[in-house]
């Protein structure tokens, strides 16, 4: 992609700090964004509705977000076509942001992100992940034209919402290392500035020592987890931020729904994925302890056990992980273990990571 093209690519505004949901009305303001003033809002449960209540937006009309479906989605996009709106924000958590997102994109209008808690990396990402019938898949959307991240809201949200973020941004390294070996032994090509921004929103939370009670902590992980969605723009795919760690996600969410949340399985699926690179390929092995420090300092779980499975329901979501992600290269394609194998691998990742 060339480099004008990727500029453009990135959210015409990032507001990340305390009080920074007062900005919202001149971002909605911005003719770029809305020429005649025809702004929607949608908001989910809890906090975007008392948001919504206190934004000085007289002229804009408000559209409550019920779940996170496909059909939610498209109902919501079918509202904004109609009413020929010409922007809209999006005010909440994940499934919110990602309704919203898929919406906007089926009613080509732009959209606004303004996040309630930091749970996962979809705040600013090309990607809807939306439930269906048959349990939750991965859309592109077009990617929000600016993000807002108030950090006083994020800090009245449930604690273990925003911990969650973290185990979302450090699972990018496990990406990273994902993408690149696919890139040597398949001949994919790697996109060196997705590869970038990735990496860089890993290693600013991956070794902090303050945690989520400080702000400066919650303002560098809403950027991290912004950069991460700027990553996969640029890739024009979820590659940058989604290896073996998402597919192991992935199928714990379609075999076992309601294990655990987005971003703690991404790190649990980090940590086991690095597991295998340090046992199998002799490689990783400083990474695997840097994110295993990293889960723990956070109170993030790090084994099986930590979600709720025990090691034969671990292993059976390892054996169906790379089936979530047809046509992706990762060290799970690579190793092709057995069945067998990955029992073993599995009781010696719980031994060796859960001392």
């Known amino acids: 992609m060339p480099l004008l093209a990727r500029m453009l690519a990135a959210p015409l505004a990032i507001d990340v700090r305390r009080g920074a949901i007062g900005s919202l009305g001149t971002v ?27 934004l000085d937006l007289p002229h804009c009309e408000v ?24 922007a809209v924000a999006g005010i909440g958590g994940g499934k919110t942001i990602d309704v919203t997102k898929y919406a906007a994109s089926m009613a080509g209008i732009p959209m606004v992100a ?119 723009s640029v890739a024009g795919s979820s590659r940058p931020a989604s290896g073996a760690c998402h597919e192991v996600l992935h199928a714990i969410d379609q075999l076992y729904p309601g294990t655990s949340n987005h971003g703690e399985l991404a790190g649990v699926g980090a940590l086991y ?11 990783g092995e400083s990474r695997l302890e840097d994110i295993r420090a990293c889960l723990l300092r956070h109170g993030l779980p790090v084994v099986p056990a930590d979600i709720g499975l025990d090691e034969e329901q671990f292993a059976r979501a390892v054996a169906h992980a790379p089936s979530t992600r047809p046509g992706r290269y990762t060290v799970l394609e690579h190793l092709a273990l057995s069945d067998d194998e990955i029992r073993r691998s599995v009781g010696e990742y719980a031994k060796t990571v859960g001392r």
């Open 273 to 283: 994925a690095y597991f295998l690179r340090s046992r199998y390929q002799g490689e």
């Open 114 to 232: 303004v996040a309630t808690n930091l749970s996962h990396d979809g705040i600013a990402s090309p990607v809807s992940s939306l439930e269906h019938e048959s349990g939750k898949g991965s859309y592109g959307v077009t990617m929000p034209v600016a993000v807002v991240v108030d950090v006083d809201y994020v800090r009245a949200a449930p604690q273990r919402l925003v911990r969650s973020g973290i185990g979302d941004a450090v699972s990018n390294l496990s990406a990273i290392a994902d993408w690149e070996l696919a890139g040597r032994e398949q001949g994919e090509p790697v996109d060196g500035m997705a590869v970038t921004f990735a990496r860089v929103a890993a290693e600013a939370i991956l070794n902090r020592q303050d945690s989520v009670d400080s702000q400066d902590f919650l303002t560098a992980l809403a950027e991290a987890l912004v950069l991460s969605g700027m990553a996969m």
């Open 28 to 54: 909605l303001a911005d003719r770029r964004i809305a020429n005649e003033g025809r702004i929607a809002v949608a908001v989910g449960p809890g906090q975007g509705s008392q948001i919504a209540a206190e």
């Open 63 to 86: 559209f409550k977000v019920e779940g996170g479906s496909v059909d939610v989605a498209t109902e919501l996009g079918k509202k904004l076509r109609a009413g020929a709106y010409e």
